[in-house]
Structures are given as structure tokens and as C-alpha cells.
């Protein structure tokens, strides 16, 4: 049972270089969301998406665009890597029921030099 | 908006101790109540949460945390804390109609000692 699947783990990127961080879930769950993970910061919404074809800016989202490609997969893309973005990058689905927790992956960690 | 603090960055406990996390929040309205739990490397795992009915819940692992809204206050609690314990710990409180979107406090780290 796979849950909610991450990709890359790790990665390193130069200032100025892209990426898109792959997220993907077999829960059948229609809401996704990305976060980001600061020491001393918690974690802090960047975008979800409550259905299949929606997206929403959450607390901290510039810098980063999303791609709700179908209802298993939710991509995050950096399109100019800055150092500021160095951080875990964490993916959650969820039923989005009123009583329904989050179910996350077991991160990304991002290195901008 | 809503807000959560959890006062203690770091908790150093001996492994069979009895454990106390505090997570004080701000919300207007009857607020929904998370804490997760993160091992090294690892995503966030739901330990328990509250909604309504009884202010005391229990959750997985042995811990329990109990409402308080005279104090705004939501805290973890375990009897007796064992060494696989040791971990970040995040409370979370999210808004009336959709628990989904949440907002996490800045988390405790346990560290258990043998």
C-alpha cells in the first residue's frame, strides 16, 4: 500500500535552474496539497487542490506553480530555483472530509545553491 | 485567522517518564484539533484528533490529549514515554467545514533518554 509517493528525495540545484517535484497517491483521495517544511517555521501551505482541474494559492506560494494532472498526481515546479526555496518539500492527499487527516509523503529535500 | 503556538522547541524526557506537549491556539469558532507526529525522515503521521464530544481523546502510540477551552489549549500527554518515541511533534488546528487546510505550529522535538 503505497500511500503518497515523493519524487526526488533529494536533489541539488543551482540559482536559476528548474525542477518539478512529482507527487503522486493511490488513496483515491480527491484534495492534494504541497507544503514546505522550515526549521523553527513548521509547515507552511504552498498550493492544493481540492479536485481534479482546481488549484489554490495557500500561505506561500510565490515562486512555485502547480499541475493537478489527474486525480492521482499533484506537481509543484520551481521555475527559477532561488536559495530561499532550500527546504523540505512535503506532498498530502486527503478525503477533505470535515473529519479527515492529512496523509503525507515522505518528503523532498531541496538544496538551492 | 487562526494560529498555533507550541512554547516548547525542544523536550528532553527519561525513556518511562510521563510526557506533557502544549499547543495553545487561536480560532473564533469551535476549532478542529490535530497533532502529528514526524520520525526522522520521515512524513507526518496523525496521532489523534478532536472535533467535539468528549474533550479527552485518545490516539495511537498511548498518547491521549485533552481540550481545554477555557485555556485555548489542546495538549499531548503519554503515561510513560519509551525511547521509540523520540520524534518532532506538530499541532494543528483547522478551520470549521474543511480540516483539510490546516495551520501548524512550529512543532517539539522529544528527545528520550535511557
Known amino acids: 500500500n503505497a500511500g503518497v509517493t515523493q519524487t526526488p528525495k533529494f536533489q541539488v540545484l543551482k540559482t536559476g535552474q528548474s525542477m518539478t517535484l512529482q507527487c503522486a497517491q493511490d488513496?483515491?483521495?480527491?484534495?492534494m496539497y504541497w507544503y514546505r517544511q522550515d526549521p523553527g517555521m513548521g509547515l507552511r501551505l504552498i498550493y492544493y487542490?481540492?479536485?481534479?482541474?482546481?488549484?489554490d494559492k495557500g500561505e506561500v506560494p510565490n515562486g512555485y506553480n502547480v499541475s493537478r494532472l489527474n486525480k492521482r498526481e499533484f506537481s509543484l515546479r520551481l521555475e527559477s530555483a532561488a536559495p530561499s526555496q532550500t527546504s523540505v518539500y512535503f506532498c498530502a492527499s486527503s478525503v477533505d472530509r470535515v473529519d479527515s487527516p492529512l496523509h503525507f509523503g515522505n518528503g523532498t529535500r531541496l538544496t538551492v545553491t | 485567522a487562526q494560529s498555533v503556538t507550541q512554547p516548547d522547541i525542544h523536550i528532553t524526557v527519561s525513556e518511562g517518564a510521563s510526557l506533557e506537549l502544549r499547543c495553545n491556539y487561536s480560532?473564533?469558532?469551535?476549532?478542529?484539533l490535530f497533532w502529528y507526529v514526524q520520525s526522522p525522515g520521515q512524513g507526518l503521521q496523525l496521532l489523534l484528533k478532536?472535533?467535539?464530544?468528549?474533550?479527552l481523546v485518545q490516539g495511537i502510540k498511548g498518547f491521549e490529549a485533552e481540550f481545554k477551552r477555557s485555556q485555548s489549549s489542546f495538549n499531548l500527554r503519554k503515561p510513560s514515554v519509551h525511547w521509540s518515541d523520540a520524534a518532532e511533534y506538530f499541532c494543528a488546528v483547522g478551520a470549521a467545514g474543511t480540516a483539510s487546510k490546516l495551520t501548524f505550529g512550529t512543532g517539539t522535538r522529544l528527545q528520550v533518554t535511557l
Open positions: 480560532y473564533g469558532a469551535t476549532p478542529y
Open positions: 488513496m483515491n483521495h480527491n484534495s
Open positions: 487542490s481540492a479536485s481534479e482541474g482546481t488549484t
Open positions: 478532536y472535533f467535539s464530544g468528549d474533550t
